[in-house]
């Protein structure tokens, strides 16, 4: 089976378990967990902050972010693909009580003009935006990595304003590997980030959100409100110590294969942007009966449109695998490939 519906169905690996197993563990509830101390402090060094705070999720190291940087009643801006809008089940006006504002983006980029049109002034009848909120890499721009000097002049331009910001960086290590600029310059100037290490870095389960020592005293408490105490967690952060140790550098290998996934569905004849990481879309007419027709051939994607298939490189997939798509792709060219 070639499984390219998500880069989250990666199963942790034989050495990493190992690692797991052998974690020194303690109560992460009660403060005394130092194989998650340690990888709160390694992800701390890594973004440039003071501290984090290990999580289950991204959507919950998201909504811990948003509450820490907002009021009920406030609004946040974000591109209009963005997780927090597009995946998080209404968290953000469910916990933190606040609206989201959705910007029309460029393949999940901002563009700061606008950013700054959407900043209202003051006035009692609108809800004050008070979050900036950007992904990288944007998962339905196609796995778009933002350039690092818009980065910087979109969080200059929201503190300017009077705007926290916070970077939802679930695959950011992607985005690292492929502009090669390192984490703390990418981070610099986000009051908060979020990265995800189940999805490319292949660790089972866990996300950490890194800031000021302050704010995640205070996401700590947010944490276990929202039931994310997690014990003798250390497992788990052992998974996720051993992924920023073992499985960085082989993003770039993710990015080859989906780049010759790309080359070899446009040979034959389908329509799609050139991937900048490891994320593919194609267009595809009726494409949950394609989805259908590839899983009988044991190549399995997702529809997320009814003319549009995503597909996800991982550490799961080899060059064996990408060739079998490429011809599974084939045979179905016929019937579902868009015609030019």
């Known amino acids: 089976m070639v499984d390219l519906r998500s880069d989250t169905v990666t199963q ?3 050495a990493m378990k190992r690692a797991m197993v052998d974690a020194p563990l303690g109560d992460d509830v009660l403060g005394d967990d130092p194989t998650v101390q340690r990888l709160e402090q390694d992800c701390a060094n890594l973004c440039g902050k003071e501290a984090a705070l290990f999580v289950p999720s991204g959507t919950m190291a998201n909504q811990i972010a948003i509450t820490l940087h907002t009021r009920p009643g406030d609004e946040i801006l974000l591109e209009a693909g ?3 809008f597009n995946y998080e089940a209404a968290g953000a006006s469910v916990i933190a009580g606040v609206q989201i504002r959705p910007l029309p983006g460029t393949q999940g980029i901002l563009e700061p003009d606008t950013v700054a ?3 209202r002034h003051e006035d009692d009848h609108y809800a004050p935006a008070t979050l900036l909120c950007v992904e990288d890499t944007a998962n339905r721009g196609g796995g778009t990595v933002y350039p690092v000097d818009r980065l910087h002049t979109l969080a200059e331009l929201a503190h300017s304003r009077g705007l926290s910001t916070h970077m939802d960086g679930a695959r950011v290590m992607n985005a690292v590997v492929a502009s090669g600029v390192a984490l703390d310059v990418r981070t610099s100037q986000y ?3 979020s990265f995800c290490f189940s999805k490319g870095l292949g660790a089972p389960v866990g996300s ?9 005293r205070r996401g700590r408490r947010i944490r276990k409100l929202l039931g994310g105490g997690m014990r003798q967690s ?13 499985h960085v550098d082989r993003l770039a290998d993710d990015h080859r294969r989906a780049r010759r996934l790309a080359e070899g569905l446009v040979e034959l004849g389908f329509t799609l942007t050139a991937p900048q990481t490891n994320i593919l ?14 899983a009988r051939q044991q190549i399995h994607c997702l529809a997320i449109s009814p003319n549009k298939i995503r597909l996800v490189t991982h550490l799961g997939v080899d060059d064996d695998g990408i060739e079998r798509t490429i011809q599974g792709f084939s045979q179905q060219a016929n ?3 868009t015609v030019s």
Do not use: K, Q, W
């Not at 800031?211 to 995640?216: E, F, I, L, N, V």
């Not at 007419?285 to 590839?294: F, T």
């Open 12 to 14: 942790p690996t034989p």
């Open 335 to 337: 019937t579902f490939r």
């Open 281 to 294: 879309y194609v267009d595809i007419p009726n494409a949950e009966e394609a989805v259908g027709d590839l």
């Open 234 to 246: 250390g497992m788990l952060a052992a998974a996720a110590i051993y992924s920023l140790e073992h």
């Open 82 to 84: 963005a997780h927090p």
């Open 208 to 216: 950490i959100l890194c800031g000021s020592a302050p704010m995640m």
């Open 117 to 119: 049109a959407a900043i």
């Open 191 to 193: 009051d908060t980030v």
